[in-house]
């Protein structure tokens, strides 16, 4: 078999001839940036100790301390290099902006419309990891202004389907609310699906946004939403625990994940082969013991 380093195009070049000629001027390149989403769940503040704390889904941001979008809130992001792998710049950047470092992340989505970024074309590639936050350090770096923990709500305000010939269009206007003290930014999202046939489509644009800079709202709409889903099948829920915990603090972190409540002895079936109880018990002071459990690593081989 001929090799196919030795095969002659048309233009009478093998591939090390062709690869020497090549002008890569010809096509224009865009940008390449990494955005992460660093997603925790942290306790509310209460004012009876006896209860158990509510949680409350929060999300990593930082302020961008330069143009474009100087003083509003992002992902903490950056630029890839000529000679960086993309998970490397997320990476470097995640380190540089908000301190946090060794953590896995799985790549989320990548993001191509044509104006997202006012400086130049930028293709984005997002990053989401779920973290427990008492094992991190956050600071804010070189080029961020702050780096704060947000709590996130986000609601359907508006919905609307129309039939079509061969399936159906179903359109979201969705709001997204992100607190910390006394900061609120917010964005509203619209979401078109359209289905036909066999083939569905669905489309994503920042309508209105509040102080969340460039296209991150959708961004943040997406991660959620692909959130809830894999945590019905996957055990990525753990990755926000601490090592030792409740059932009834699992169930929590379930519940704020999914955005509804779970009925106690169902959700403790379904756990059953995810978790090792130990002989170790809660010390809150105010609250009965409680039985604390630690994650099985070998459930899925079960």
């Given at each position: 078999?001929?090799?196919?380093?030795?095969?002659r195009?048309?233009?009478?070049?093998?591939?090390?001839?062709?690869?020497?000629?090549?002008?890569?001027?010809?096509?224009?390149?865009?940008?390449?940036?990494?955005?992460?989403?660093?997603?925790?769940?942290?306790?509310?503040e209460?004012?009876?100790?006896?209860?158990?704390?509510?949680?409350?889904?929060?999300?990593?941001?930082?302020?961008?301390?330069?143009?474009?979008?100087?003083?509003?809130?992002?992902?903490?992001?950056?630029?890839?290099?000529?000679?960086?792998?993309?998970?490397?710049?997320?990476?470097?950047?995640?380190?540089?902006?908000?301190?946090?470092?060794?953590?896995?992340m799985?790549q989320?989505?990548?993001?191509?419309?044509?104006?997202?970024?006012?400086?130049?074309?930028?293709?984005?590639?997002?990053?989401?990891?779920?973290?427990?936050?008492t094992?991190?350090?956050?600071?804010?770096?070189?080029?961020?202004?702050?780096?704060?923990?947000?709590?996130?709500?986000?609601?359907?305000?508006?919905?609307?389907?129309?039939n079509?010939?061969?399936?159906?269009e179903?359109?979201?206007?969705?709001?997204?609310?992100?607190?910390?003290?006394?900061?609120?930014?917010?964005?509203?999202?619209k979401?078109?699906?359209?289905?036909?046939?066999?083939?569905?489509?669905?489309?994503?644009?920042?309508?209105?946004?509040?102080?969340?800079?460039?296209?991150?709202?959708?961004?943040?709409?997406?991660?959620i939403?692909?959130?809830?889903?894999?945590?019905?099948?996957?055990?990525?829920?753990?990755?926000?625990?601490?090592?030792?915990?409740?059932?009834?603090?699992?169930?929590?972190?379930?519940?704020?994940l999914?955005?509804?409540?779970?009925?106690?002895?169902?959700?403790?079936?379904?756990?059953?082969?995810?978790?090792?109880?130990?002989?170790?018990?809660?010390?809150?002071?105010?609250?009965?013991?409680?039985?604390?459990?630690?994650?099985?690593?070998?459930?899925?081989r079960?």
């Amino acid at each position: 078999m001929t090799e196919p380093s030795s095969i002659r195009d048309r233009n009478g070049l093998t591939e090390q001839e062709y690869l020497q000629a090549y002008d890569a001027s010809i096509y224009e390149r865009p940008s390449v940036t990494v955005d992460m989403l660093i997603f925790t769940v942290l306790n509310k503040e209460q004012d009876n100790y006896r209860k158990l704390p509510e949680k409350s889904l929060q999300l990593l941001l930082i302020k961008r301390g330069e143009h474009p979008f100087i003083g509003q809130w992002a992902l903490p992001g950056g630029f890839v290099s000529v000679h960086e792998r993309v998970e490397d710049a997320a990476l470097r950047e995640l380190k540089s902006e908000t301190n946090i470092e060794n953590i896995y992340m799985e790549q989320l989505f990548t993001w191509g419309d044509v104006e997202r970024d006012p400086r130049t074309r930028v293709i984005s590639c997002s990053y989401m990891a779920l973290v427990d936050r008492t094992s991190l350090d956050i600071q804010a770096g070189d080029d961020a202004a702050d780096a704060k923990w947000f709590e996130v709500a986000y609601h359907v305000f508006q919905e609307k389907k129309t039939n079509l010939d061969h399936g159906y269009e179903l359109e979201k206007l969705l709001k997204i609310t992100l607190r910390n003290g006394l900061e609120t930014v917010s964005a509203t999202v619209k979401i078109v699906e359209v289905v036909s046939g066999r083939s569905t489509r669905v489309s994503r644009e920042v309508v209105d946004s509040q102080g969340i800079a460039f296209d991150h709202a959708k961004i943040i709409e997406y991660a959620i939403e692909r959130l809830r889903n894999k945590i019905e099948y996957t055990d990525i829920a753990f990755n926000l625990m601490p090592p030792l915990f409740t059932l009834s603090e699992l169930q929590q972190v379930y519940e704020v994940l999914l955005g509804k409540e779970l009925l106690a002895a169902a959700f403790r079936r379904k756990m059953a082969s995810m978790v090792i109880e130990t002989n170790e018990f809660t010390k809150d002071a105010g609250h009965r013991p409680s039985k604390l459990y630690r994650f099985n690593p070998n459930w899925n081989r079960n």
